[in-house]
């Protein structure tokens, strides 16, 4: 094979061969750069004067891949060979060849990746197509140049470098398509933080934090508490026992660390108290009711509101003194409905959260596909929402009920009183003392108490259990033998809209924007250590019935959705007092625990027990059986009016 020189016009002889991959590379002087006639097959052998074909670039080392280059006149040939010369390239052939695409098409596996020509070449006006080839032929000329491992580096640098640039640019245009669309600009203030990525930015809501809550408003109208807890307790045990009732001498009123002030003040066991053993009788005299002789069940009992205002307003001439003044003095409002409006806005941004994917489905193209959609949303950033709500529903409606149903004023004493009944009462009665106990189920629960509707016995609280030293007393509040459908109804999530706070384990949730189903919870412990699977939360019932396949995958959704919430929203505590944000915090991880929980006792089909369903069925005969006596009612009310008429 005849070797050519690019520095004068070479004769390149037809080619005789039929080979179809690149060359091999030849003995070669390294001192000397030198382009041979490739022993590949040209499409142009009987053209001896063909001046255009391919360049090939080869490392006979094998370090870096043969490079192929179109060469428009190979008189350019050395000006590329130099260039690929200083980058560890050592042996050059040339191929003549008819046209760059004619290559590509008979050999796509020896792509040309880049085109060397004269400057002006056809003294034509640059195109943005050809200034945008050649900003192309440069970035391959800058990839696939060096060592095979700089070489997946640049390239993986370039597809970083495209995704970033399409991620920005379809940012850009979603934000001006909404502003078209006339989406309100978020006017809140944010906060920068630092992320795995720079610095991503934090919602922080309602920044004009001027609005009080309840708790606030009470705080003041109330004023600096008169009496230690201590000393209210003291006051309310004095009262019991003088309406005759018993508070057993084993039982204590303190703090859980009696050494702290500011530790948790409760109903504690001082020495052992045996199984069945009577604890606490409080009288029928000292219950703070409706004072109706059968009054209404309704979700709020009105009467029952107005009566403790009456009682609050005459303070210390109330027959119900000592319990009015412990209310006032070291018992604020503590449901969702009391919370201050940065803690509500915060809490409703994260538990009902906007559906920005709703503006991901007006930019997409119609024939779009889901999975399309969903890749949208992940570019810009804006999760598609999985339910309207997560629970607890309506969680600050108690406030509202009391204005509409109980048509009260929105004076601070009357809401307050409003929520206390909400939060203390069962039903329609406040039971002083007996509503001292905390609320706690499985190994916590330690207590059981007679029917406290029967208003022919005094309220009796038992050991249900062998209770030791130090206990604390606990009720329940939803799973008690007097607790109704609360059973199997009212969860985790009611509890923190009703009383304020996260129950500890066991706990329970009912996803009804998902499906009729609900699960219950509760965490590993050990005696002795902390071995493997100790604190991990597990399902120990389903309610009703166990999800579907469907339900799990929607469970994954909301999973998805509660973690990136957390980012994005419980990522630095911006306006909300502590309470708030740490009870925030709180029951997002109960939420998120409690998915990861249930996904994982549904996948692995543990052949845990159903619970539920016949009191679900009773329900359903109740409200059957109510609308169908509603209907009868309307159709006697119309056939009165027909009559009149």
């Known amino acids: 094979m005849e070797e050519s020189h690019c520095s004068a016009e070479p004769n390149l002889p037809a080619s005789t061969s039929s080979e179809t991959a690149a060359p091999s590379s030849p ?42 280059l179109w060469l428009q006149y190979i008189q350019l040939g050395q000006m590329g060979a130099n260039h690929f010369r200083a980058k560890n390239y050592d042996t050059f052939h040339f191929t003549p060849y008819s046209s760059k695409d004619n290559w590509n098409k008979a050999n796509p596996k020896l792509a040309i990746v880049a085109e060397i020509k004269r400057k002006g070449e056809d003294a034509k006006p640059a195109t943005n197509s050809s200034n945008q080839q050649g900003v192309i032929d440069d970035l391959i000329d800058f990839v696939f140049s060096g060592s095979y491992l700089s070489i997946t580096i640049k390239v993986l640098l370039v597809i970083f470098i495209i995704y970033f640039t399409v991620t920005l640019g379809v940012r850009i245009g979603f934000e001006l398509q909404k502003s078209r669309l006339g ?3 978020d006017t809140k203030e944010t906060y920068t933080g630092k992320g795995w990525f720079g610095d991503y930015e934090q919602k ?15 705080a003041r109208l109330f004023g600096e508490s008169k009496k230690s807890d201590e000393e209210h307790a003291e006051a309310l045990i004095s009262w019991l026992e003088r309406e005759g009732g018993y508070f057993h001498p084993n039982l204590q009123m ?23 053993e009577l604890i606490l009788r409080v009288p029928r005299s000292m219950v703070l009711d409706s004072t109706e002789e059968e009054p209404e069940r309704e979700v709020m009992t009105c009467a029952t509101v107005r009566n403790l205002v009456n009682q609050l307003k005459l303070k210390d001439d109330s027959k119900y003194a000592p319990y009015v003044n412990y209310l006032m003095d070291t018992q604020p409002p503590g449901c969702l409905s009391a919370w201050s409006k940065a803690g509500k806005d915060l809490f409703t941004q994260v538990t009902t959260p906007s559906d920005p994917f709703d503006w991901v489905d007006k930019l997409s193209p119609p024939s779009w596909s889901e999975a399309g959609k969903n890749f949208l949303s992940s570019v810009t950033g804006t999760p598609k929402k999985i339910v309207d709500e997560l629970p607890p529903y309506t969680p600050f409606k108690w406030t509202g009920v009391w204005h509409d149903d ?34 706690g189920n499985g190994h916590w629960l330690n207590t059981v108490h007679s029917n406290v ?32 459908n609360r059973q199997y109804m009212y969860g985790t999530d009611s509890i923190l809209r009703e009383y304020g706070f996260v129950e500890q384990m066991p706990q329970s949730f009912y996803l009804w924007q998902i499906g009729e189903f609900g699960y219950r ?5 050990r005696e002795t250590g902390k071995g493997k699977g100790y604190g991990k939360v597990f399902v120990t019932e389903w309610v009703y019935r166990e ?3 469907e339900e799990v995958e929607k469970m994954e959704d909301m999973l998805k959705q509660i973690q990136n919430t957390k980012v994005t929203h419980l990522s630095k505590q911006c306006n909300v007092d502590d309470f708030e944000w740490e009870t925030i915090n709180n029951y997002v991880k109960a939420l998120e625990d409690g998915l990861k929980a249930a996904v994982r006792a549904a996948r692995k089909e543990e052949g845990i027990e159903v619970i539920g369903q016949e009191e679900l069925e009773e329900e359903k005969e109740e409200e059957n059986e109510d609308s169908s006596d509603d209907s009868t009612d309307d159709v006697d009310d119309e056939s009165d009016n027909g009559d009149e008429l």
């Open 27 to 68: 003995e070669h002087t390294k001192q000397s750069i030198s382009i041979r006639r490739s022993t590949h097959e040209s499409d142009m052998k009987d053209n001896g004067d063909l001046t255009h074909g391919v360049l090939h670039a080869i490392d006979s080392t094998s370090k870096q891949p043969t490079i192929h």
């Open 183 to 185: 989406v309100e600009k």
């Open 204 to 218: 922080c809501v309602a920044t004009d934090n001027n609005e009080l809550g309840l708790r606030e408003k009470t």
């Open 254 to 276: 303190r703090r859980v660390d009696p050494s702290d002030p500011t530790s948790f003040f409760g109903m504690f066991v001082n020495d052992f108290i045996p199984e069945d």
């Open 406 to 439: 109980c048509e009260g004023s929105d004076d601070p004493l009357e809401e307050y009183a409003a929520l206390i009944v909400i939060q203390r009462s069962w039903d329609d009665k406040l039971i002083p003392v007996f509503d001292m106990m905390s609320h």
């Open 453 to 484: 509707h029967d208003t022919d016995i005094d309220v009796s609280v038992y050991a249900s259990r062998d209770i030791r030293a130090n206990e604390q007393i606990h009720t329940s509040y939803n799973r008690c033998d007097s607790c109704g």
């Open 521 to 525: 919870l509760d965490k590993s412990t």
């Open 547 to 549: 999800p579907t396949e």
